[in-house]
């Protein structure tokens, strides 16, 4: 492998710190990277033989965002190495890991290895945190040790043969994916908002405008709250009914450390 290419969907930046650290940690020439929560891949991108491709997402109820597979369904390869990678929030990945290699495999990606790695929860707030402030230290080592991991096994690898395919965890059918309605959204409080914007550009599916005040869109939106940890002023909440026994279950149950796992 000579080159490297990051494909991310991260909308707080989470995920995308995992997988810089993880790419930075290879030795390889980086040639692009693309946020798809940002930028969306619309056509075809071609993945040649000697670079090395690195996929991370994150877990959207213990599944991949829908957001994010249009985009990923784009890439093509002729059996050029990949390595993929979700983030979740403490409670379980469950199905997502197995998703991304199916989905990348169909491409024509080679899987050569797996991650998964814990970010602070959507829902994570101060009073009732969940895996707040991770990815720590104790990750970042995590990603080099991961690093060097895929070295290894490329570099041992007979030239004549590709490295074998990991196991990936996961099951079929996959983990229904659960369905909230369009009156969940976030919530704005007009007292603290000084209609900076930060919000706008936040969000990855355009589901907020601005007109006078800021309005958010229930039918778009996919609850990551990016816009929620972004905002500069505190403005801006997501408090439903519906979610506050996911909420409370998630801070009681799902609050010990979990640790990386890796599939090489």
Same mark, same amino acid.
């Given at each position: 492998?000579?080159?490297? %290419?990051?494909?991310? $969907? ?40 000697? /670079? ?8 959207? #109820? +213990?599944?991949? !965002? ?11 390869? &002729? ?39 814990? #970010? ?25 040790? *991961? ?9 041992? @690898? ?14 079929? !059918? $996959?983990?229904?994916? %659960?369905? *909230? ?8 409080? &007009? ?5 900076? +914007?930060? /919000?706008?550009? @936040?969000?990855?599916?355009? @589901? ?15 609850? /990551? ?5 972004? /905002?500069?002023? +505190?403005?801006?909440?997501? &408090?439903? !009914? ?20 890796? *599939?090489?």
């Amino acid at each position: 492998m000579e080159s490297l %290419r990051l494909i991310y $969907y991260s909308p707080t930046g989470t995920t995308q710190t995992i997988v810089r650290e993880i790419g930075q940690n290879l030795g390889l020439k980086l040639v692009s990277e693309i946020n798809i929560a940002k930028n969306r891949i619309t056509t075809a991108i071609d993945s040649s033989s000697s /670079c090395l491709t690195i996929i991370g997402m994150p877990v959207y #109820g +213990g599944r991949l !965002p829908l957001t994010a597979i249009e985009s990923l369904k784009q890439l093509r390869s &002729n059996n050029s190495p990949v390595v993929i990678v979700v983030v979740y929030g403490n409670r379980h990945f469950d199905d997502a890991l197995l998703e991304l290699k199916e989905i990348v495999s169909s491409s024509g990606f080679s899987v050569i290895a797996g991650a998964a790695f814990i #970010g602070e929860h959507s829902y994570s707030t101060r009073l009732k945190p969940i895996a707040q402030n991770r990815p720590d230290k104790q990750d970042i080592e995590k990603c080099k040790v *991961f690093a060097q991991m895929i070295i290894e096994k490329t570099t041992n @690898a007979p030239i004549e043969c590709k490295p074998a395919e990991p196991f990936i965890p996961g099951s079929y !059918p $996959y983990k229904e994916r %659960r369905q *909230f309605p369009a009156t969940i959204q976030p919530i704005v409080n &007009n007292d603290l908002c000084i209609l900076c +914007g930060i /919000c706008i550009d @936040a969000c990855p599916t355009s @589901a907020i405008t601005i007109s006078q005040t800021v309005i958010p869109n229930g039918e778009l939106c996919t609850l /990551c709250c990016a816009c929620v940890k972004q /905002c500069p002023q +505190g403005a801006l909440t997501l &408090n439903h !009914p519906l979610l506050e026994p996911i909420k409370e279950n998630l801070f009681l149950n799902f609050s010990v450390r979990k640790e990386p796992q890796f *599939f090489v």
